[in-house]
């Protein structure tokens, strides 16, 4: 590969960071709501110990900044794969590898909401 093609795709990976972040940060925001809702809604009438606390907030953002910081890493390791795997440089291997990079890191965090719904229906329904 020449030098100018690894710049360009270097620069086609960094201009779609931003968005990967602002996914992973929404997707973040949206699933711990729904984690939220669920609890209250499946878990609490159940179990009272369930309570969102801004001691378990920061906690769960703590973690999951750390999540975002393992996801980033992953990301980095997308422009690898396409420098050794790409070798016809196909704009839609590229388009479809940072597509389904990206749409599985945003499934990630809705595993946890999807574990209440799971703890409702093994130990209260």
Avoid: C, H
Avoid at 70 to 94: C, M
């Amino acid at each position: 590969m020449v030098k100018s093609e690894k710049y360009n795709l270097r620069k086609w990976w960094f201009n779609r960071r931003i968005k990967y972040n602002v996914g992973l940060l929404i997707s973040g925001f949206v699933s711990f709501n729904l984690y939220w809702f669920l609890g209250e809604l499946l878990i609490f009438p159940y179990d009272d110990t369930f309570e969102v606390t801004l001691f378990t907030m920061s906690f769960q953002f703590v973690g999951y900044f750390f999540f975002i910081l393992i996801a980033n890493v992953f990301y980095f390791l997308g422009y690898f794969v396409d420098v050794f795997f790409n070798k016809n440089n196909s704009e839609e291997f590229r388009t479809n590898l940072f597509n389904s990079g990206f749409i599985f890191s945003l499934f990630i965090p809705f595993i946890i909401p999807i574990l209440i719904v799971v703890r409702y229906f093994v130990e209260y329904y």
